[in-house]
């Protein structure tokens, strides 16, 4: 391939000819690329790729090839934003063949999404008559050649506006994620991505970096400002969750890693405003190929910065105030941009890409805006000014609402206040059943912002310790002495109340920048306390870290996916051990185990021997139990907790650990649900641990049942057998008032 400068010297001269035509942009890539054929397939309405220029397949091909988003090797790189680099692309499983094309000779292909604003526009498309593997740098160049290929095409009007056209009037319900629950009603606030970058290509590389770092110092000054603004007054927790949020994206801020990219990328004879836009957009495929929240949620932060730093580069737009009761929608928004937007008066946020783990969703909780997430095609549907309720209650996003309905949404409003007043009452009492039964009510947190919600919520205790989401927020294990002051900071701020820490459940969708996993089911892999016991060095530095934290209180920890007694005595011992050299000793160490592999089940009598207690985590043992990966969103409905086997399960780990006074309890989200903590209860399971939106919530509805009633209700329900079980229960606790 030519050089990468000569290219984009040539795509200039092109563009500053007026407006060059795709035609004429295809032969120069494939004349400079050295390739045989040049494509470009437009995206129409209906997820459609329609060829619609080419250098080297058939002419006639042009309107008529056409493939659906996801079809054809045209179709996945579309569908799934990625870059396809294909030797041998007529024997790849994807490959369809359009006999119109003529592109038999061709072996192998390289395609690029063509990409603006997190839409996919397109496809570019070179291919050549030898099989080979297209170089690094010739992805590069292609990739750039995709951003003149994006903005031809939004320029040009060759893409189809709005799908939504003519029902821009009608009410339309959408089903997300709430992120943070309450109601809010008001006029749309639309967020779009940044405008087209103009000008992508430059003639000064060394101009542009110096443009480049005189707009990083003048982000910087200004997140300074920003954050300055947050609220120092208020709940403790909010403020303390605010903060760390913010400490985590100054770091990013002041990360060199992607700065240095965009660097890279002006060198290659873009201005810097493309590079900028560039960056971020790998970004974005970044993230939308990782499923792990927390390192989502860090590559969302470096796009929010992106997005600034854009903002820097072309001239900061000042601060308007917004229409009271405004909502905002965004595709994506990061923890500065809901600080903005605060600070301007939104009183709820819609966004399209955002889970109740992410930063902004940590901030609207902080901030007590109320949010919802996972919205898919909200933004194309909206228009700015149109009416829309948030009720992030039930996850639900209104846009449009009729009359009625928006002023039903008041009320509910309006009571929702007055009920979550009472709610809060709850918090000081303990958490007993109305024929006096005690349970314990714990939390589950894996973040020192987390901590604050022990005084908020009142809860027992911390149940589950998730130790390896610290290490993910900072993307390595950190050492003995940072690790033993992050314990030590949750036991000083636990108090008196109790800790159970989980060894680091590292692997399957938690991963450490830079791991690479080459298994096939890595939920089943290579994880967790298997990589412990393999790299005993690292689950020791931990083990001690933990000692040391403790420095003489009590200390109980627990292993994660333990699935045979040998393995659990394997790292008790690791634990004892350790416990023999750190001074002073904790007043009482406990060593427990999680119950997420069913095969402990059948190792109970050796497992009640060794373990102090034990810890279902609900979580994977469904997963494990049903053979049903809990990360496919269609699997999440198949398989039920309020299910014979489970039921059966739990009464019989109960029973076992029972009859050897080892305690059992509950750390997976079930917890959290009033149905299943009811069932767990009526079991004898009576210490559930969950995220801290359900204390309240399990506490009020433990008071109003009779748990002896229940059982022999629930005995009578089981023994009736077959499928249903959650239906015949809801059906008492609505008739008991206890559910709605
Ligand atoms: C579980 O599996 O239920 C659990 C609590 O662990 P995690 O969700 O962290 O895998
Ligand atoms: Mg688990």
């Known amino acids: 391939m030519s050089e990468p400068r000569h290219l984009l010297s040539r795509l200039r001269t092109l563009r500053a000819h007026g407006s060059a035509p795709l035609s004429a942009l295809v032969r120069l890539v494939a004349s400079e690329l050295v390739s045989e054929v040049c494509s470009v397939y437009v995206q129409r309405p209906g997820d459609i790729l329609e060829l619609t220029a080419t250098e080297g397949l058939r002419p006639d091909a042009i309107g008529q090839t056409r493939l659906r988003v996801g079809e054809g090797i045209v179709g996945l790189c579309a569908a799934t934003g990625s870059v396809m680099n294909l030797p041998d692309a007529q024997n790849h499983p994807a490959f369809a063949y359009r006999p119109e094309t003529g592109e038999e000779p061709f072996a192998s292909l390289l395609s690029v999404p063509v990409r603006r604003s997190g839409r996919t526009l397109g496809v570019l498309v070179v291919q050549n008559r030898t099989p080979r593997n297209f170089t690094e740098a010739e992805v590069d160049d292609l990739e750039t050649v995709a951003m003149l290929v994006a903005e031809m095409l939004s320029g040009s009007g060759a893409i189809d506006g709005s799908p939504e056209g003519l029902a821009a009037t009608v009410p339309r319900l959408f089903a997300g994620a709430s992120l943070m629950a309450g109601i809010a009603v008001g006029p749309i606030v639309l967020l779009r991505s940044t405008g087209p970058v103009v000008r992508l290509l430059a003639e000064d590389p060394r101009a542009e970096q110096v443009r480049l770092e005189q707009a990083v110092d003048r982000m910087q000054r200004g997140l300074d400002d920003l954050f300055a603004e947050v609220p120092n007054t208020g709940r403790a927790a909010d403020v303390s969750a605010s903060r760390e949020v913010l400490e985590a994206y100054r770091l990013v801020a002041s990360d060199a890693g992607w700065l240095r990219r965009v660097g890279d990328v002006i060198r290659g004879g873009t201005t810097a405003e493309a590079a900028v836009q560039r960056v971020a957009t790998e970004l974005h495929d970044r993230m939308r190929r990782i499923s792990d929240p927390y390192l989502r949620e860090r590559l969302a932060d470096m796009e929010d910065l992106a997005n600034r730093l854009l903002t820097a580069l072309t001239g900061e737009a000042p601060r308007k105030t917004v229409p009271d009761g405004a909502i905002l929608l965004a595709r994506r928004l990061g923890p500065a941009e809901l600080l903005d937007w605060h600070a301007r008066g939104i009183a709820g946020v819609a966004i399209e890409e955002a889970s109740p783990s992410g930063h902004a969703a940590i901030l609207a909780r902080a ?114 002495a940072e ?163 489970m039921l059966d399960l739990v009464e019989q780990l109960v029973a076992a650990a029972g009859a050897a006074s080892v305690p059992v309890s509950v750390c997976g989200e079930v917890a959290s649900r009033p149905l299943e903590a009811l069932v767990l209860a009526a079991l004898g399971v009576t210490t559930l641990s969950m995220p801290a939106s359900g204390i309240l919530p399990i506490k009020a509805m433990f008071a109003q049942v009779d748990l002896r009633s229940f059982r022999s209700v629930l005995a009578a329900i089981r023994r009736g057998g077959g499928f249903g079980l959650r239906e015949s229960i809801a059906t008492w606790a609505r008739e008991q008032a206890i559910v709605n």
């Open 367 to 480: 901030l007590g805006i109320p949010a919802i997430g996972s919205l898919r095609g909200i933004l194309d549907s909206a228009e700015q000014g149109d009416h829309a309720v948030v009720d992030a209650d039930d996850g639900q996003f209104i846009l449009r609402p009729e009359t009625a309905v928006r002023e039903a949404y008041i009320r509910a409003r309006e009571a929702r206040s007055a009920k979550y007043a009472e709610l809060a009452t709850w918090r000081d009492r303990p958490a007993v059943t109305a024929d006096g039964i005690e349970l314990k009510l714990m939390l589950n947190v894996g973040l020192s912002l987390e901590l604050p919600q022990l005084a908020r919520t009142g809860a027992d205790g911390i149940g589950l310790f998730r130790t390896e989401i610290a290490m993910l927020a900072r993307g390595s294990v950190a050492d003995v």
């Open 483 to 645: 690790q033993a002051a992050i314990y030590a900071r949750v036991l000083d701020e636990a108090g008196d109340k109790p800790v159970l820490f989980r060894t680091l459940d590292l692997g399957a969708d938690k991963l450490l920048p830079g791991t690479v996993v080459e298994e096939e089911n890595p939920a089943m892999g290579w994880r967790s306390l298997r990589v412990g016991l393999d790299r005993p060095a690292l689950l020791r530095r931990q083990l001690r870290a933990l000692l040391l934290a403790a420095g003489g209180r009590h200390l109980s920890v627990m292993f994660p996916m333990v699935a045979t007694v040998t393995e659990f005595r394997a790292a008790k011992g690791l634990l004892q051990a350790e416990a023999k050299r750190v001074r002073p000793a904790p007043e009482t160490l406990r060593i427990g185990t999680m119950l997420e592999v069913p095969s402990l089940m059948w190792q109970l009598p050796e497992l009640v021997k060794e373990a102090d207690f034990i810890s279902i985590g609900s979580n994977d043992l469904l997963q494990f139990l049903f053979a049903a990966d809990r990360g496919t969103p269609s699997l999440y409905d198949r398989y039920d907790f309020l299910s014979q086997p």
